[in-house]
Each structure stands twice: as structure tokens, then as C-alpha cells.
């Protein structure tokens, strides 16, 4: 059986095209990741960020649920302090209801921005996220204490579930309740640098079945970029590169080509930033890359592999994903 293959997609945006256009590009890779046989596909929220076009996934979602058939489409995931808990039951009764329960929904405890933005976004800070965390599924199960105030609140629309809901991670803090409310769980080593191993087997020691998961899920997230040549592909990831190193500077622009990345100069700390990180991101031709994520996958234990692509140019990004999942058979 083939490895479950899926999507992570933040709406990246490259210099020389517009906010807009990278947008329109969301339904492209949607449509694709349909027809090639890609299990789920999840959109990031992110906000402040110009290199990134996510910062709404709920709007994403229903876009490319529209122009699906098959696929899972979620949150990768809803950054719940941002957020009112009674406000994303309904937002996801809502697109699961429309979808035919195609939805997921991820929820992640982190604000997905700086202070200042976070500030305006109201974001009560992830110290509440448990807090957060419980009063949304109360609300969905109805199991407030009868003199609780929000007891009596109508939650609507009625008579539809709220989708899967899985947590996402990176660094594994929330593995342990993931498995104990036998949700999904999904871990972030596309930026991590903390093993997922660890985590997955917290998450399944455990795990508690539900109606949702009779089983555990354990979604690993990889950063992968996939060329016909390893060379290319090399290439290829100097823009993504050179954008972490940037971010990480404090210089926040939207993704370059890899010629601008090819003339950078680059000063030491941006240097060091990028080989701390480059052990993350697997680049290379079909076969290189089928090789790492399988490595990756039997140190981790992960179930299912959901792959984010940083490429500067849309259509490569596609041809990225058709190659990735011709080498592994989906």
C-alpha cells in the first residue's frame, strides 16, 4: 500500500507577482493534489508575513472544497488564541456541512505572528490554549456544567458535526493530550528541529479511541522540493534558503528567485542560520527525496507524510508535487 501523501500549502507569494496571484495559485495546487490522488490538503494561518497569503484558511478551505471532489481539505491549522473558540465550531460545522465532511480541523496553540500583530489580532497568548482547547469541544459535545454560563448557548448550524480534529505540534508538548482525547496528531518537523519519534509515541502511548480515530493518526509535516535532476533541484532551493535566512534576519520580503539568491551576499550569521536548518528541507530529484521522507518516516513512525514545497516559481511547485507523487505511486 502506498505511503498517505499529503499537502501543506501557505499561499507562499513571490516577488514579482501579486498577493492576488498567489491566491489564485492555491486552487491550482487543490486541483492537482485532487486529481493525483494526494490524501488531505491544509492551508497555514500566518499573519504580517508578505511572503506568505494564509493569514484567513477558512476562506481557502472553502474555495478549494469547491473545486474538489475527493480530497480532505483543513486547517494546518486554526492558531486558536487567536481565535474564539464558539466562533471556529461554527466556522468548521459550517464547512463540513457545505464539503460533505471532507474538512479537517487542525488547531495549533501558537499565534502564527509577532507581538504587535498578535496584539491586534486580540490573541489571548498560548498559555490559554488548553483553556481554549476545552471550551471548544464543550461546545461541540454540549458538555458544559449545567451552571456554566455558556450552558444554554445554541450552537448552530445544528445537526452537523464539527470536522476530524487534529493537533498539531513541534516539539511535542502536545502529543500527550492529543492522544488523550483521541484526536489526530500532526507533527511540524518542516521547521522542528526536535525529533517527531518521541512525540509520535507519547501521542500513542496515549491514545484513547474515538468515534473520530478508532485508531491514532500521526501526520508528519517535511519540507520538500523535488526536480528531475538533484542539481536542479539544488538550484531550486536557494530561494527558499536565502527567504529563511532573510526571515530569520528580520528582513521580511516576499520569496525570491533562486538568481537573486545565486548574487546574495550573504554575511555570517545568515550563513549559519541556513546550515541549521538545511537538514530540514529534503531537495533532490525523485529518487533522492522518495529516499529521505522514507528514512524519516521509519525513524518516526509517522502514518501519513503531508509535504510543504518553497519554490519561487508556481508551476515548478506543481511539477514538484506530480513528481512527488509519481515516485511514490499515489
Not at 111 to 130: I, K, M, N, Q
Not at 179 to 195: I, M, R
Not at 197 to 213: D, E, I, M, N, S
Not at 281 to 296: C, L, M, N, Q, Y
Amino acid at each position: 500500500m502506498a505511503l498517505p501523501l499529503s499537502i501543506l500549502d501557505l499561499a507562499p507569494v513571490a516577488e514579482g507577482t501579486s498577493t492576488a496571484e498567489a491566491l489564485r495559485h492555491t486552487t491550482d495546487l487543490a486541483r492537482l493534489g485532487d486529481a493525483l490522488g494526494y490524501t488531505r490538503l491544509w492551508y497555514a494561518e500566518h499573519h504580517g508575513m508578505p511572503s506568505i497569503a494564509s493569514s484567513s484558511p477558512e476562506v481557502l478551505i472553502a474555495t478549494s472544497a469547491a473545486a474538489t471532489q475527493r480530497l480532505r481539505i483543513g486547517s494546518g491549522g486554526v492558531m486558536l488564541p487567536n481565535h474564539v473558540p464558539l466562533r471556529v465550531v461554527e466556522t468548521y460545522r459550517t464547512l463540513n456541512g457545505l464539503s460533505s465532511g471532507r474538512i479537517d480541523l487542525g488547531i495549533g496553540r501558537a499565534g502564527g505572528s509577532d507581538g504587535r500583530t498578535l496584539s491586534a489580532l486580540r490573541s489571548v497568548g498560548g498559555e490559554y490554549f488548553s483553556q481554549e482547547l476545552a471550551e471548544l469541544l464543550a461546545f461541540e459535545e454540549g458538555t458544559f456544567p449545567p451552571d456554566h454560563p455558556f450552558a444554554h448557548v445554541r450552537v448552530v448550524p445544528e445537526g452537523v458535526d464539527l470536522p476530524p480534529i487534529y493537533l498539531l505540534g513541534s516539539s511535542g508538548a502536545s502529543a500527550k493530550a492529543a492522544g488523550e482525547l483521541g484526536v489526530g496528531y500532526s507533527f511540524a518537523a518542516h521547521f522542528s528541529q526536535t525529533p517527531a519519534a518521541p512525540a509520535f509515541a507519547a501521542y500513542r502511548a496515549a491514545f484513547t479511541p474515538t468515534a473520530a480515530f478508532p485508531a491514532p493518526r500521526a501526520i508528519i509535516a517535511l519540507s520538500a522540493l523535488v526536480a528531475p535532476t538533484d542539481e536542479e533541484a539544488q538550484y531550486l532551493s536557494r530561494s527558499q534558503e536565502l527567504s529563511w535566512a532573510l526571515f530569520h534576519s528580520g528582513d521580511i520580503r516576499k520569496l525570491v528567485s533562486p538568481e537573486q539568491a545565486a548574487t546574495h551576499a550573504y554575511t555570517p550569521h545568515q550563513n549559519q542560520i541556513i546550515a541549521s536548518h538545511r537538514p530540514l528541507w529534503i531537495v533532490g530529484s525523485p529518487e533522492t527525496v522518495k529516499a529521505d521522507i522514507e528514512r524519516k518516516v521509519a525513524e518516526s513512525g509517522a502514518d501519513e507524510v503531508m509535504v510543504t514545497t518553497t519554490v519561487w516559481d508556481y508551476a515548478l511547485r506543481l511539477r514538484s508535487f506530480r513528481l512527488l507523487a509519481e515516485a511514490f505511486g499515489i
